[in-house]
């Protein structure tokens, strides 16, 4: 994947934040998507899967507005990519995290790694 698609797909996954689910879906009306419903007890979660070139982009609903996205990359060396990327031009303290990953006030991407 091309540097310039981490920035895209990054602002794409900052400017849905706070949007509806219907502008999101009307914003994206060309591409694939997903709309869930998850229902628990007295608790329903709402969620949209977008894919957007090789990666997919969640919206994680409340009240019917986006809280919270997250990037999936079909491919692990995009992940990788991703992080380099994030690491090289957006500033974070890798100290203060309990796991690799690269935190700012606009995004996070974050590699968990379990060891057995």
Known sequence: MEI???EYL???GKN???NTCDYIQKLFFSK???LYQHICD???DKGLEIVI???VLVC???NDRCKKTILYFSKPDD??????YCDENYEHNKRKNLCFGIFSNMFCVVLRITIK
């Open 4 to 6: 310039r698609n981490f």
């Open 10 to 12: 990054l602002c794409v």
């Open 16 to 18: 849905v934040l706070n």
């Open 32 to 34: 694939e998507m997903c």
């Open 42 to 44: 007295d608790k329903t």
């Open 53 to 55: 070139d090789d990666a």
């Open 60 to 62: 994680v609903f409340e």
């Open 79 to 84: 992940i990788i990519d991703c992080i380099c």
